[in-house]
C-alpha cells in the first residue's frame, strides 16, 4: 500500500508534444517539416513574439507540407515552431447565430461579446442527392417588379448577379435583402470593401432584418484563405438552416472574390494558368460550392442562393462570368448603360434570363413575358438611330409600336431603391401593360 500512495502522490507528468518547423515562407506559401498532417487540417506556427499564425495544409511535396495562413504571417523566422492541429476548421450552428457578424472562421467580430446558443462542427456538409431534391416548383417573392414578372425566382434556385463596378449591383442585392420573403437570410460579403460592411447592415439590413440574419464578413485584404473559409462558412451555415427545415435566402457578395482568393492558393502551390490567369482549379470548385446551395430532400426546407459575380471591363466573357452562368439556374445582367440614363435597377431584362419560368409561370403569363422582350428586342434595333434622325417611321408597323411604347415598358421597369412590389401584383401589371399595347 506504501508504495501506491508514492505512486499517487507523484506529480502529473506533461503528455509530450511533438512539433514541427517552419522551413520557408515564399509569397502567400509557408513550407513545414515534421508534422503529420493531411490536406485540408490546421496547424499553429509561433511567431518571434510567441503568439500564433494559424494555418492550413493545401498541399505537400515529398516531406514537406505546404501551408496557406489564415492570418497575417508578421513575424515568422526561420525555424518557427509549428504545433499541429487535428481535424479540419469546426464552424458555429444553432440560433445563436442569428442577429450577429462573424469572420470567415466563425468569430463574431461585432463587440456583442461570444457567441452562445451554438454547436461547433467540424464535419464537411453533404451535398444533397441529385434524385432526392425537392422540386423547384414555388416562387419566392423578391419585391423587385422586373425580376417578379419577367425573371422569375424560385424558392431553391441559384441566380446569378452579373455586373461590372459601380452598376448597382449592391443596391440590388440590399434591395432583394430587405424585400424577400425568408425566414433567415445569410449573407456574405467576401473580398469586397471594408466600408460596405457597416453600410450594409445598418441601412440594407435594418434593425429589423438584421434579426432573422447572419452575416459573414472577409472583406477585401483578409488573407486568401479567410475569403475562402468565409465563402464556405455561408454555405455550411445557410445549409444547416436549410436542413432544419427553415426557408434560406443566401446573398454572397462575390463569387469572383471567391474564384481569384482560389487562384491565389492555387498559383501559390505552382499550379499553371490557364485562362486570363486561372488555373483549372478555380473552375473545378466553383460547381461543388454552388451545389450545397438548392432545395433539401424530402421534407428539409429550401435554400435559395444570389451571387453576384464582378464582370471584369464589362465583359460577360469573362471565364469566371462564364463558368457561373453554366453552373447557375439564371442569370441577372446589369447594364452600364442602363445605369447611365438613371434607369435603376438596371437590369438588361433581354440578356438575363431565368431558367425556371416554364415551372413557376403559366401559358398566358409566358406569353406576356415573351411580347415583352420582343418589344424591347426590336427597339434595340434602332437605339442609336433615334438621335441622329436615321429611323423612320411608316416602314415597319411593329418596330413603330415598340417605339412608341417603350417608355411605358421604362417606366414599368423601373423602381425605387425603398420600393417593394410583390410577386402577385408584378404578374398582374406585366399582364395589364401587354394587354393595353395590344390594344393600340
Known amino acids: 500500500m506504501s508504495s501506491l500512495t508514492v505512486i499517487a502522490d507523484w506529480p502529473q507528468v506533461p503528455v509530450a508534444r511533438i512539433y514541427g518547423r517552419l522551413v520557408r515562407v515564399t509569397g502567400l506559401l509557408l513550407e513545414a517539416v515534421g508534422c503529420d498532417l493531411g490536406t485540408g487540417e490546421r496547424c499553429l506556427v509561433e ?33 518557427a515552431r509549428v504545433q499541429p492541429l487535428k481535424g479540419a476548421a469546426p464552424f458555429p450552428v444553432g440560433p445563436g447565430l442569428l442577429g450577429r457578424v462573424v469572420d470567415g472562421c466563425g468569430e463574431p467580430i461585432d463587440g456583442q461579446g461570444p457567441l452562445t446558443r451554438v454547436a461547433y462542427q467540424s464535419h464537411r456538409p453533404v451535398t444533397p442527392n441529385p434524385l432526392l431534391r425537392r422540386p423547384i416548383d414555388e ?22 448577379l452579373f455586373a461590372g463596378s459601380g452598376v448597382g449591383k449592391s443596391v440590388l442585392l440590399g434591395m432583394m435583402t430587405r424585400f424577400t420573403q425568408a425566414d433567415i437570410v445569410v449573407v456574405g460579403l467576401v473580398g469586397e470593401r471594408g466600408r460596405e460592411v457597416r453600410e450594409f447592415i445598418d441601412q440594407a439590413l435594418g434593425a429589423e432584418g ?5 452575416v459573414v464578413v472577409a472583406p477585401a485584404d483578409a488573407t486568401a484563405l479567410m475569403r475562402l473559409r ?14 432544419q427545415g427553415h426557408d434560406v435566402l443566401m446573398l454572397v457578395d462575390s463569387l469572383t472574390r471567391y474564384a481569384q482568393a482560389q487562384r491565389e492558393v492555387a498559383l501559390s502551390l505552382g499550379e499553371p494558368p490557364a485562362t486570363r490567369g486561372y488555373p483549372p482549379s478555380a473552375f473545378t470548385q466553383l460547381p461543388s460550392l454552388v451545389e450545397q446551395a438548392g432545395n433539401g430532400e424530402g421534407g428539409q426546407g429550401s435554400l435559395t442562393a444570389l451571387y453576384t459575380v464582378l464582370v471584369e471591363g464589362d465583359d460577360q466573357n469573362d471565364p469566371v462570368a462564364d463558368a457561373a452562368r453554366a ?48 418589344l424591347n428586342a426590336r427597339f434595340a434595333e434602332v437605339r442609336e438611330l433615334l438621335p441622329l434622325g436615321g429611323y423612320q417611321p411608316g416602314q415597319d408597323a411593329e ?31 406585366l399582364a395589364q401593360l401587354m394587354e393595353e399595347i395590344d390594344r393600340g
Open 327 to 374: 453552373i447557375l439556374d439564371g442569370h441577372i445582367i446589369l447594364s452600364r448603360a442602363l445605369a447611365e440614363q438613371g434607369h435603376y435597377p438596371a437590369i438588361d431584362v433581354n440578356a438575363s434570363a431565368s431558367r425556371l419560368v416554364a415551372q413557376l409561370v403559366d401559358e398566358a403569363g409566358q406569353g406576356a413575358m415573351q411580347r415583352l422582350r420582343h
Open 230 to 243: 468565409a465563402m464556405r462558412l455561408c454555405h455550411r451555415i445557410a445549409a444547416g438552416y436549410r436542413d
Open 399 to 429: 418596330l413603330d409600336r415598340a417605339v412608341q411604347v417603350q417608355p411605358r415598358i421604362a417606366e414599368f421597369l423601373r423602381q425605387g431603391m425603398h420600393q417593394a412590389q410583390d410577386y402577385q401584383s408584378s404578374r398582374e401589371q
Open 47 to 79: 511567431r518571434r513574439d510567441g503568439t500564433m499564425v494559424e494555418a492550413e495544409v493545401v498541399g505537400f511535396h515529398r516531406d514537406t507540407l505546404c501551408l496557406m495562413p489564415v492570418t497575417p504571417t508578421d513575424g515568422l523566422v526561420p525555424g
Open 139 to 160: 416562387p419566392l417573392d423578391v419585391g423587385v417588379r422586373a425580376i417578379n414578372s419577367l425573371l422569375p425566382v424560385g424558392k431553391g434556385q441559384r441566380l446569378g
Open 210 to 214: 438584421r434579426e432573422r440574419a447572419v
